[in-house]
Structures are given as C-alpha cells and as structure tokens.
C-alpha cells in the first residue's frame, strides 16, 4: 500500500552498520524534512551549491570512483535536497552511515538535514543503490556556513585571555581600537570589540568623550581591498572565461601599449612581476613623475595608467609590491564588466551574500560616520608635516585614507577604498576558504581559487594576489605557527586577514591603529600606534594560535 505524506514531508532515514546481520535491528529514526525554499528550488534548477549530481553515473571506466563525492562541511551543519524523479527508492551513505531514501507525494523534492553525519572538514557521499536500477536521483549539496552562534565564543573566551590582557594592556597605553574575529571549524569562536572607534581629536589630544568600538564597526580595510574585492572579481572573471590571467593586458585593454606594455601579463599585475613602482602620487602635483600625472578626476588618472606610468624594471625579474598594479587590474574589471568596480562587487558577491556592511564609499551610502572607525587625525598632513593642494582637514571618518584612492579614483580603486565590518568580511573569506562557495551559492571554480592561493614561482611571499605563509617569511604578518598553506594579506591603516586551511582557521584583525598622534624622531615621524604589537599582526596571530592549537 502506497504510503501518502499530507503537508510535512518525512524521509525514513535507517543507519545500518555492515557486516552485522547477528545485530538485532535498530529502531529506524524518522528524520523530518521539509518543502524547499524558494532559494533552495532556485539553487536545484540552477544546479547550483557545492555538489549537483545526478546519479548513477558513468563518469569513470574505474566503477570504483563513479558515485562518490567529497564535499566539506562542519560537524552539525548539511542539508541535502533531493530530487528522486523517477526514482521509488535509493540509498545513499554519508560518512559510512547508510541513509534509505523514499520518493514522497507527487515526487516532490524534499530537503533532509544530514547534520547528525557530517564532520568537520572532509566528507564523503556515496550512492549504494537506486530502485528501479534505470532511475535517476538527482542530490544536491550546500557549501557550509558561518556558525555565528554566542555561545561558542563564550564557551571559548577564556582560551584567548593573553590576547585580551594584550590589546586591552596596549589600548590603555593609547592604542586607538580593534575588533578580533577568529573563525575556528566554521564556528564564530571570538568576537571582540577593543578601545574606541574615535578617540583623538585633530590636533592628537584625547577626545572628551572617546566612542567606544563596536563588533560592527566598519574599518577602511587599505589593500585588503586588493584580495576581497579586486582579486575575487578577477577570480570570478576567470572562472566565467571572460579573463585569461596568461595573456597580454593589452588584449583586453587595447591602449595599453608602448614603452614594453604589450608584454606584460594580466598575472604579471597578480604577482606585483611587472616593474612598476610602488606607487604614483596622483594627489600631489609635486609628485615625483611630474606635473603630467597629477589628477583629481578618475578619467585621466585612468589614461595616465594605460600610457604613462613607468616602468623602473623588466616584467618578471623581481616581485615588487605596487598600488598600480591593482589600480589596473581595477580598470580592466571595470572594461570587461562594463560596470563601476564598486557596482559590479555589490552585484555578484556582496549583495548576494546578503552583507550590508561591506562598501565603498560608505558616507554615500548613508552609513553614519559614528559607526565608522576614524583614521588619520587631520587630514593625510601626518600631523601638518605634509602639504598638498587637495589635502582634506579634521579627523578621517568613512572616507578611504588612501590619497590615491580618495583622490585620484574618487574612492573606489583596485588598490584601496573597501570598508568592512569583521562579521561580514569573515563571510567573504569563507567564499574563498570554501573552494568558491557559500551556502547554496558559487562564485568562483575551486580550480581557480588553488591557482591563485598556491606561491608563486617568482617568489613564494605571494600568490596571484594573495600573500603567503609558505617559508615563514612573513610570520610578521602570519605569525609563528601558521601552516605553508595560509594565505591572507595586510592594510596599511591596520588590518591583517588570515585563512589556514590546514587548521580549518580564518582570523580577522581590524585596528584603526593610524588614528594616533604623530612622533618625531628627527626628521623622520611615525604614527605613534604602529609601535604596538596590536597593530604589528604577528604576535596577535601566534597567540591565536596558540590558544587554537592542542
């Protein structure tokens, strides 16, 4: 008699241990599950997540490997949909445990929880059998997501007490602010907010009323921007076949040309290989290149960097870090999106990750400058010890620090301009972390994220875009422990990102550590905070680690 299944939907889920018949049968939990979402339905048309699979297959003459997938996940968290088309029944194993499936009313798909089988980090999917053996079933698995739940940071807050003695000791020595993201296994297992989001005034006294920092604080995160924004669109880019990193920038961006142009590379640009310098003053026109290349307006400074800015060495003989790099690879986004670098980011990432603090520009879009860690205390004047005609005044606030970005590029560059929160900003990491993925949703082709997160044959502190840990030599950054597979990168107005996937970690610093008084050592000056381990990256990172680590 044909079972029929009103409203609620429930799929018979019996885990059956091999090779012990002599073991009485264990009761068969009835696991619920339920109608799909309208997003889950859109992901099972689109064929979207982490793994589409229609099985049986015949992928491989090797029947051995045909049905069998490896997906990740975190312990407790996966769903599966299915589709059993014309399917009466199937099982599937996850992890080894065995799952009967049954086709439901009307063949409906259906969504299961398989949360009580998965683990962290690797799993395996495996089809045993389809009835009839001619159907189809069609499964389909999420990437995982951020468990934000505060119990596990407080379940976790005295593991990290030498980090908080640390930033709170150097917050009361004068350190402006932090917040402290550290994501562990797919869980939130610290979030922490330190000091104040405005403390000093413009001339570096404190301010009456300092206000304090917040979880939520946005940070102008300076050359993060380059790995969460640039990167990840020429990633995506690469990934549709809309950019090949090995051919000529001057494919795509057809006036590129003279003085040895036509032979760099678009990877040429990733890998910091192409000679330039590491920056142009477009905001001065005492700018050492001459009064030719100073601009205020985003379309001469985009013509300036098509056919003007020197080359100081041949492509691929030293990697050397340089803004203008990315402020091309910027140009080129926006050329082959046909789209503002900004509008196009909030198009096929952010917004579709459903992040509201992640943006350039943040004042023009109506983010109150309270929620907005402050940065430079006048101006870019490094405390009136610089001048330039454009020069802003007062203390920096939801306006990106960067004078080339500010200036040159109205805010929003390759190089610089994204402000970030920490939640949302660990997010993003996850896509990349992930293999591409997030929750039902796919950026970027696994392939292509281990393409550009592997060291480079130039010089293994660098990826294609990406700083790495391979060697230890920027345990400055990464700290003492950090495995050869981490990667991450850095923001001058100090922010420091971190994903070891050896240790299934990401950690997010964010300080506002140039939001400090300025101290004169002869002739030379400094902001007062750089000198704070808080705002250094490496001992931070190490006690992380340690805190982490068995």
Not at 107 to 113: A, I, L, R, T, Y
Not at 287 to 311: E, R
Not at 395 to 414: I, M, N, P, Y
């Amino acid at each position: 008699m044909r079972l029929f299944i009103v409203l609620t939907l429930t799929v018979v889920v019996q885990i059956v241990l091999a090779g012990c018949a002599a073991i009485p049968e264990p009761v068969i939990p009835v696991v619920s599950a339920q109608r799909l979402t309208a997003a889950e339905q859109l992901a099972l048309s689109e064929q979207a997540g982490q793994h589409y699979l229609q099985w049986p297959e015949q992928q491989s003459s090797r029947a051995g490997v045909n049905n069998r997938r490896r997906f990740n996940s975190w312990q407790g968290q996966g769903a599966l949909l299915v589709d059993m088309a014309q399917a009466i029944s199937g099982t599937v194993s996850v992890n080894n445990q065995l799952i009967t499936l049954r086709r439901q009313e009307h063949g409906q798909p259906f969504k299961m929880d398989i949360g009580p089988y998965t683990r962290d980090g690797a799993n395996y999917l495996h089809l045993i059998s389809v009835e009839p053996a001619s159907a189809q079933i069609i499964l389909a698995l999420p990437y995982p997501e951020l468990d934000e739940k505060p119990l596990h940071a407080q379940i976790n807050s005295p593991r990290f007490a030498k980090v908080d003695r640390l930033i709170n000791s150097e917050i009361a020595e004068g350190f402006p602010g932090a917040v402290l993201l550290v994501v562990k296994d797919g869980k939130i297992i610290k979030q922490t907010a330190y000091g104040y989001a405005l403390r000093y005034t413009a001339d570096g006294t404190e301010q009456v009323t300092p206000e304090p920092m917040q979880t939520n604080t946005l940070f102008d995160i300076a050359s993060n921007t380059k790995m969460y924004a640039t990167t990840y669109a020429v990633m995506q880019l690469v990934s549709s076949g809309m950019l090949d990193i090995n051919r000529p920038l001057s494919d795509y961006l057809p006036e590129y040309l003279g003085d040895g142009r036509e032979q760099r590379l678009v990877s040429d640009l990733l890998h910091h290989t192409s000679g330039y310098a590491p920056e142009v003053h477009f905001h001065r026109p005492d700018n050492s290149n001459g009064l030719l290349f100073y601009s205020l307006n985003k379309a001469y400074t985009d013509q300036l960097l098509l056919g003007q800015v020197p080359f100081i060495s041949e492509r691929g003989t030293t990697a050397r870090y340089s803004d203008v790099n990315f402020m091309l690879l910027g140009l080129l986004i926006e050329r082959l999106t046909a789209m503002p670098l900004d509008r196009y980011l909030q198009q096929q990432f952010y917004r579709p990750l459903g992040l509201n603090n992640l943006m350039f520009n943040p004042l023009q879009h109506g983010v109150a400058p309270s929620r907005i860690a402050a940065t430079e205390l006048d101006g870019n004047s490094r405390g009136g010890r610089v001048n330039f005609p454009a020069n802003r005044q007062g203390v920096l606030r939801g306006e990106v620090h960067d004078e080339k970005a500010f200036h040159a590029l109205q805010g929003v560059a390759g190089h610089a301009g994204l402000f970030a929160s920490a939640r949302d900003l660990a997010v993003v990491m996850s896509v990349v972390a992930q293999q591409g993925g997030y929750g039902w949703q796919r950026f970027i082709n696994p392939a292509v994220v281990q393409q550009f997160t592997r060291p480079s044959g130039y010089d293994h502190r660098f990826g294609l875009g990406w700083r790495t840990a391979a060697g230890g030599d920027l345990n400055w950054h990464f700290g003492a422990y950090a495995s050869d597979y981490a990667y991450g990168h850095t923001g001058w107005t100090g922010t420091a990102t971190l994903i070891d996937p050896q240790h299934n970690l990401m950690v997010v610093l964010l300080t506002n550590k140039k939001h400090s008084p300025i101290i004169t050592n002869g002739k030379s000056y400094e902001f007062s905070a750089d000198s704070f381990e808080t705002g250094r990256y490496g001992t931070i990172m190490t006690l992380i680690y340690e805190a982490i680590l068995p």
